[in-house]
C-alpha cells in the first residue's frame, strides 16, 4: 500500500471512530483529522513500499491539545523492532553496537526472543506512546539504517517486562565474569562459525556500506563470511598466530571489505619490478604506486616482502588448504584474495618473532614499520581483539552450559536458557 493510500485510510479510521464530542467544534474536529492525516504522510515517508494500514484492534484513545494531536492506546508501551537474528551472538553484537550509536545512545534498547518457539531474536527500541511520534521516530531510524524495517507493536506491561527480564539475561551473560573457553582449544569448525558472524557484523556496520548503492562496498554475504572465517582459523593455527589478533587486525585494517587502500601512497626503488607502475623517475631511482589491497590492505611493496619470505620459510604448506597455498612466481596486480590471507598472517608471524612475542609492537609494526610501530593503531587491535575474545567465548560458555540443547548450530544456547523449564545458566550449577 502507498503511503498517501495508508495516510486515507488512518484518517478514515479516525474520521469513523473518534466522538464529535471529543472535540469543541466540528471545524476543530476535521482540522485535528487533517494534522493527523499530514503528520502520518511526513512520518511514513521513509518507507512507502511495505507498510500496511494501521487498523488497531484495541480501544485508541486521541487526545488533543492546541499543540498537537496524540494518538496511544492506555496500558500499552510502544515498541518499535530494529533487526532480527537466528543466534545470540549475532544479536548481542548488533544490540551493543546500538547501544554506543549516538543515535540510540540515550532509548531504551530491548533483545528478546518471540513467541514460544523461539525461533527469533529481536532488538527492540521502546518508543514514545504515540502511534504519530513513535512512528516517525521509527522511520528517521530506518532512514538512517539503524531499523531493517517499519515494524512496530503495541505490547502489554507483563510483555514488555518480559523483555526486559531478557535483556537483563543478555547482559549478565555478556557482561559477567571472564569466559571458560579460549579461542584457541575450539575446534578449527566451530571456531569458524563463532568469527563468521563477528566478521559479518563488522562488515555491515562499515560506514562506507550504503543501502541499495551501487556505488558504494557491500557487506560481505554469510557465504563470503564463512569462507573468511574458514581462512582465519587456518592460517593463524598454520602460523601460531592468536587467533583474535588476526581477527582484529582485519576489523582495524577494513572490516573485512574487499576494497583498494592507500590509492595515492607511493615508494622509491632503485629499479622497478615486474608488475609495478611507475609515477615518476628521478636521479636513476623510480617512484612506484604503493597503494593497499584486499581485506588485510596489504601494500604492493609488503606483499613482495611476504612473498620473499614464504620463498623462504621451511614450513609444510601441504597443511594448508589449497587455496591459501602462494604461488612460486608472485603476480603483484593477480593475488587471490584467499593467498592474501596467507600473506597477512606470514607478515604477522614474521613481526611477532622480531618483536619477540610482543603482540603489541607487532601489531602497530604491521600498520606502521618495524621502526615505528603505530601504538594508537595496535591500541585498537588490542580493543577489538579483547572483545571479541570475550564476547565469543561468552557465548561457547553459554551454548556448552545449557541443558539439553536442542539445536547443533552454535551460538543458539540462548534460546534455552530463556525457557523457563531451563535453570542452567552460565557461571551457574
Not at 525461533?119 to 504519530?132: E, G, M, T
Not at 571456531?191 to 556505488?215: C, E, G, W
Request: glycine content about 4%; aromatic content about 8%; overall charge neutral.
Amino acid at each position: 500500500m502507498r503511503t498517501p493510500d495508508l495516510a486515507l485510510s488512518i484518517t478514515r479510521y479516525v474520521v469513523l471512530t473518534t466522538p464529535i464530542s471529543k472535540t469543541k467544534t466540528y471545524r476543530q474536529w476535521a482540522f485535528a483529522t487533517v494534522v493527523l492525516a499530514s503528520e502520518l504522510m511526513l512520518g511514513l515517508r521513509y518507507c512507502p513500499q511495505r507498510m500496511p494500514a494501521f487498523f488497531p484492534t484495541l480501544n485508541q484513545t486521541i487526545s488533543q491539545t492546541e499543540q498537537d494531536v496524540r494518538v496511544y492506546i492506555p496500558d500499552r508501551e510502544l515498541i518499535g523492532e530494529l533487526s532480527q537474528f537466528d543466534d545470540s551472538l549475532s544479536a548481542y553484537l548488533m544490540f551493543d553496537y546500538y547501544r554506543a550509536h549516538t543515535s540510540l545512545r540515550d532509548a531504551a534498547l530491548l533483545i528478546s526472543a518471540e513467541g514460544s518457539e523461539n525461533s527469533k531474536l529481536h532488538v527492540f527500541v521502546h518508543l514514545p506512546a504515540d502511534l504519530i511520534a513513535g512512528v516517525s521516530r521509527l522511520a528517521e531510524l530506518k532512514a538512517s539504517g539503524l531499523a531493517s524495517d517499519i515494524q512496530f507493536q503495541w505490547v502489554t506491561p507483563s510483555e514488555f517486562l518480559r523483555c526486559q527480564r531478557d535483556t537483563e539475561l543478555f547482559l549478565e551473560i555478556y557482561q559477567g565474569r571472564p569466559p571458560t573457553h579460549h579461542l584457541e582449544y575450539l575446534r578449527e569448525a566451530e571456531l569458524a562459525t563463532y568469527l563468521r558472524r563477528f566478521i559479518r557484523f563488522k562488515s555491515l556496520i562499515d560506514p562506507r556500506v550504503r543501502p541499495n548503492d551501487k556505488t558504494m562496498p557491500s557487506p560481505l554475504s554469510a557465504c563470503e563470511a564463512d569462507l573468511l572465517a574458514a581462512q582465519v582459523v587456518a592460517v593463524s593455527r598454520f602460523y601460531e598466530i592468536p587467533t583474535e589478533l588476526m581477527l582484529a587486525i582485519g576489523a582495524m585494517e577494513n572490516n573485512y571489505l574487499n576494497v583498494p587502500g592507500d590509492l595515492a601512497n607511493t615508494a622509491w626503488k632503485r629499479r622497478p619490478q615486474p608488475g609495478d607502475v611507475i609515477v615518476r623517475r628521478a636521479h636513476g631511482r623510480v617512484l612506484v604506486r604503493n597503494d593497499s589491497v584486499g581485506v588485510w590492505q596489504i601494500t604492493r611493496e609488503s606483499l613482495r616482502y611476504a612473498h620473499s619470505l614464504f620463498l623462504k620459510d621451511k614450513r609444510d604448506y601441504s597443511l594448508l588448504p589449497e587455496r591459501l597455498r602462494p604461488r612460486a612466481e608472485l603476480d603483484i596486480n593477480n593475488v587471490d584474495p584467499a593467498v592474501l590471507t596467507t600473506y597477512a598472517g606470514l607478515l604477522l608471524r614474521d613481526l611477532l618473532d622480531h618483536f619477540q612475542g610482543d603482540v603489541v609492537q607487532a601489531a602497530g609494526a604491521y600498520n606502521g614499520t618495524i621502526a615505528h610501530p603505530n601504538l594508537q593503531y595496535a591500541a585498537g587491535v588490542e580493543m577489538i581483539a579483547t572483545y571479541a575474545r570475550r564476547i565469543i567465548g561468552r557465548t561457547v560458555d553459554l551454548d556448552r552450559s545449557v541443558a539439553n540443547p536442542t539445536s547443533p548450530e552454535p551460538s543458539r544456547g540462548i534460546f534455552a536458557a530463556l525457557n523457563p523449564g531451563v535453570s542452567a545458566l552460565p557461571g551457574r550449577e
